[in-house]
């Protein structure tokens, strides 16, 4: 066999996703504890003055030599400088899913006076923290004994996954600053060679002792988490290790050879057989129109099909059956599907209708946005859909994204680029966002508002496009009481911590295709301030406890929006006895140069009892959704006038004199 080395790529990126499994630690080679020494003790902060830990070192070790099993050695020595850092680390939780083995949980905290306390080893916990779609994920939990400001904290542990090749992500940044980071790894002795790609990172992989290969970082700064970012996978500081055969390619070469092998395929995913064209034919009977015969081959595609990554319930011998599926013949007899097969079916539909049906391969932007200059499917390709070509363009279709409406991919596909299989040369053409009107927030309410500041009445919410497919997303799987409850505390903190809700109803949020809708009445008592002769209320009841969306001085990453989204609200408040309008002003209507955000109120009052309130609301027209750092302060003020215009608030005076009318 020949000698296994690491190759280095010279690709450089943004980043991509930490696998859950790979936590938060490193471990030494020897099996004592490493000496801490008086200098560390007594150490101030050295990355970043500020910081309330920072980490001495971090390693891991990834040992893939063995044939059966691939071992992770994790050790950490972290310094506490603050109470805040005292609570970050006095509990820990060591994530690993199904497959994975956690063992020898070990941990020490030295004092500042140099003694030491040992976890010991009935206090280290599992227990199940997370359980999705029938996924659990587990955790080895356990606190740190003695831990006080000055200590040191240090904990070390090992992850054993059968039968697992070490294909994964190196995570360099942490929640806390580094002094020094350091992965070893060693690969296994077979026919391919492990390669890396280095991610937003400046270490490289030098040969080792015992058959390892390291990779260090010094002086990482902490990862800060900002609001309206890209993914963490696209900033953070990683690298992705490999197996490959052939070893690194030229993009293009690559690309094109990908575009080939989906492009056959798909001949066999797609295939329209006597069935396909049969359904097809009765689907789209009358349709005269692209939009009305392929809005019918989704349709049965998304409501014929059962979909199995999305179902509520489902059985292992679906499973296998689905496994076993090779052609949309098969999808058709078996009427259930995994999400990518109810693509291949609705692609086969479309070819038995006569279109050019292809599959379109993409990137996701929870994780990361596809590049085609990086030669690696395994990174590039998240997601996949089916490209149709109507006239001289290609549009993109998923119903097997179960809550995306007709003419839209989820928000993670949209706004990149996106490879079409080609036999000869890909074909490369930008997902556009869907417009702001496709995903809306329509809030309506007729309400009282008395002399005390108490708010009453009723109200509607309904949500659609990509707003939609959160809500439903976010109530997945949970009892209608417990949708009832995540609603009701959505309202309460959009309108006041004191909102009653005295009735609700929602929708069947399993609805594909339909907004998710609730209705509801409320009771909001001190909603608005009395004071004297005079009552302060904020019109927009919805808004009511709205706050700036940016409220830091400075930016390091990008701003990026999920989508372009739309907000419209129509409110009517009854004025109370008595009182009347001081004034009525109205913030009107703003928006930036380029009209990529647009906010329009309009206030009237009808009869001199009842405020009428109006307002539009769009961001990220003409697809607009990503800014950069640079552009951060005119974003920042833009979001503060769209909010002081929300929270804007009006006067009522007490009448001293009764109003009479001709």
């Known amino acids: ?27 030494a080679q020897d099996k004592d504890w490493r000496p801490v020494t008086p200098t560390e003790l007594a150490a101030k902060p050295v990355v970043e003055p500020d910081a309330d830990a920072e980490a001495i070192f971090w390693e891991v070790r990834v040992d893939d030599s063995s044939a059966e099993e691939l071992a992770l050695k994790h050790y950490v020595r972290v310094k506490i400088f603050t109470e805040r850092g005292r609570d970050q680390f006095s509990r820990h939780d060591v994530v690993f899913t199904k497959g994975t083995k956690v063992k020898g949980v070990e941990a020490r905290v030295t004092k500042p006076d140099g003694t030491a306390v040992f976890l010991k080893p009935e206090d280290v916990m599992e227990r199940e923290i997370v359980k999705a779609s029938g996924v659990k994920v587990k955790a080895k939990s356990f606190a740190l004994p003695g831990l006080e400001i000055g200590s040191i904290v240090e904990y070390r542990y090992r992850e054993v996954l059968d039968n697992a090749a070490a294909n994964m992500r190196l995570i360099f940044q942490r929640e806390v600053p580094i002094q020094t980071i350091s992965y070893y790894v060693k690969p296994f002795s077979g026919t391919r060679g492990m390669y890396y790609e280095p991610f937003n990172v400046s270490a490289r992989f030098e040969k080792d002792k015992n058959g390892f290969h390291r990779a260090t970082m010094t002086n990482v700064p902490a990862f800060p988490e900002e609001p309206s970012m890209a993914s963490e996978d696209e900033v953070k500081s990683w690298i992705y290790i490999y197996y490959s055969e052939t070893g690194p390619q030229k993009p293009d070469v690559y690309w094109k050879d990908i575009s ?99 599959q379109a391969l993409s990137g996701s932007r929870n994780e990361l946005t596809f590049d085609k200059s990086v ?62 009107e496709k995903s809306r927030a329509t809030r309506t309410g007729k309400f009282n508002l008395l002399a005390d500041g108490t708010l009453e009445g009723e109200g509607r919410i309904e949500y659609s496009g990509h707003w939609a497919a959160f809500v439903k997303s976010l109530n997945r799987g949970d009892s209608d009481s417990e949708r009832e409850n995540k609603l009701k505390s959505l309202l309460k903190a959009d309108i006041f911590g004191t909102t009653e809700v005295e009735s609700f109803l929602f929708n069947d949020m399993e609805t594909t295709e339909k907004p998710v809708v609730y209705k509801f009445k409320i009771k909001v008592p001190g909603f608005a301030s009395r004071t004297g002769k005079r009552i302060f209320f904020q019109p927009n009841v919805f808004e009511r406890s709205s706050k700036p969306r940016f409220t830091a001085g400075t930016r390091k990453y990008d701003i990026v929006f999920s989508y372009p989204y739309s907000e419209k609200d129509e409110i009517s408040i009854e004025l109370p006895a008595g009182f009347a309008l001081e004034n009525a002003d109205s913030p009107g209507q703003m928006m930036d140069k380029q009209g990529i955000g647009v906010h329009k109120v309009t206030i009237g009052v009808r009869g001199n009892k009842e405020l009428v309130y109006n307002r539009e609301f769009s961001f990220g027209n003409n697809g607009f959704i990503r800014f950069g750092s640079v552009n951060y302060p005119i974003l920042k003020g833009l979001f503060e006038a769209f909010n002081k215009a929300d929270v804007h608030q009006l006067t009522l005076r007490e009448a001293t004199t009764a109003l009479t009318s001709k």
């Open 375 to 436: 030669a690696n499917a395994t990174l590039m390709v998240n997601s996949s859909s089916i490209a149709i070509k109507v006239g001289e363009k290609w549009r993109f279709f998923s119903p097997g994204s179960y809550y995306v409406p007709f003419g839209m991919l989820t928000w993670a596909e949209e706004g990149q680029m996106a490879l079409i299989a080609d036999s000869k040369e890909p074909v490369w053409q930008e997902i556009e966002n869907s417009p702001t």
């Open 260 to 358: 080939k092998l989906y492009y056959e395929r798909s001949k066999e995913w797609m295939k329209v057989n006597d069935e396909v064209k049969k359904v097809t034919a009765e689907a789209i009977a009358g349709a005269t129109t692209d939009d009305e015969k392929l809005k019918r081959i989704y349709d049965y595609t998304k409501t014929q099909i059962k979909n199995l990554s999305y179902a509520a319930k489902t059985t292992d011998e679906e499973w296998k059956n689905a496994q076993k599926a090779k052609t949309a013949g098969d999808t058709l007899k078996l009427k259930y599907a995994t999400s990518g097969d109810i693509d291949n079916l609705f692609g086969a539909m479309a070819k038995a209708a006569g279109y050019d049906a292809r």
């Open 1 to 27: 066999m020949k000698p296994i080395s690491l190759k280095k790529l010279s690709y450089t990126l943004a980043a991509v996703c930490l696998l859950a499994c790979f936590s938060d630690a490193g471990f």
